[in-house]
């Protein structure tokens, strides 16, 4: 089982450049979730989805995006990047409201 | 609101000795409680959760944690602390109608041989 995937592992970004990071799951678990983590800091809940089709914002949605068209994938954008969204990201899974699992993070970093 | 306090930014165990790792928390309503691990360069990993029922509960790698609801408190604990121990662990909490999971900051673990 490869559980949660992202790509890329790391991306170097110019401040308005837009770029897509890819969340794959192979469990079929309905609910996913994106999360930046910052230094020092815990994880920031971006946005969520319970289901395909279905997706609602978390504590820090602005600049960013999502679409959730079939339960495996839960791409997350971002449209004109700043240095502000320099962070690790990472996408995880749940089949419940309750334990999530977790893909490996994407390190970007906006210059 | 609901917030996750974890107050040591670092925690150093000898090797062999028991270990805590501290964290309060917050919520209107029951709170479902869990701790993860991050091991460097890694995504998280889930140790344990307390939904109901007894307040200690058991995890992977032989921690546990024990629900205080009096003190809101959801320390982790492990008998006998091992170099292979040593990671981030975060602690998180949500009301039971809620799925947003509130994190705590995080406590980087040291364990010494």
């Known amino acids: 089982n490869a559980g949660v995937t992202q790509t890329p592992k790391f991306r170097i970004l110019k401040i308005g450049q837009s770029m897509t990071l890819q969340c794959a799951q192979d469990m079929n678990h309905n609910y996913m979730y994106w999360y930046r983590q910052d230094p020092g800091m815990g994880l920031k809940l971006i946005y969520y989805s319970v289901g395909a089709g279905i997706t609602d914002k978390g504590e820090v949605p602005n600049g960013y995006n999502v679409s959730r068209s079939t339960t495996e994938d839960f791409p997350l954008r971002l449209e004109l990047a700043a240095p502000s969204q320099t962070s690790v990201y990472f996408c995880a899974s749940s089949p419940t409201q309750d334990t999530q699992y977790f893909g490996p993070g994407t390190r970007l970093t906006v210059l | 609101a609901q917030s996750v306090a974890q107050p040591e930014d670092q925690v150093n165990v000898a090797e062999g000795n028991p270990l805590t790792v501290k964290c309060t928390y917050s919520v209107s309503g029951n709170p479902y409680l869990f701790w993860y691990v991050q091991y460097p360069n890694r995504g998280l990993q889930f140790l344990l959760k307390?939904?109901?029922?007894d307040n200690l509960v058991k995890g992977s790698y032989g921690f546990e944690a024990e629900f205080n609801k009096s003190q809101t408190s959801f320390h982790l604990k492990k008998p006998s602390a091992l170099v292979s121990d040593s990671a981030l662990y975060f602690c998180?909490?949500?009301?039971?109608?809620?799925?947003?999971?509130?994190w705590g900051a995080g406590t980087k673990l040291i364990i010494k041989p």
């Open positions: 307390y939904i109901t029922g």
């Open positions: 998180a909490v949500r009301r039971d109608s809620n799925y947003q999971l509130i």
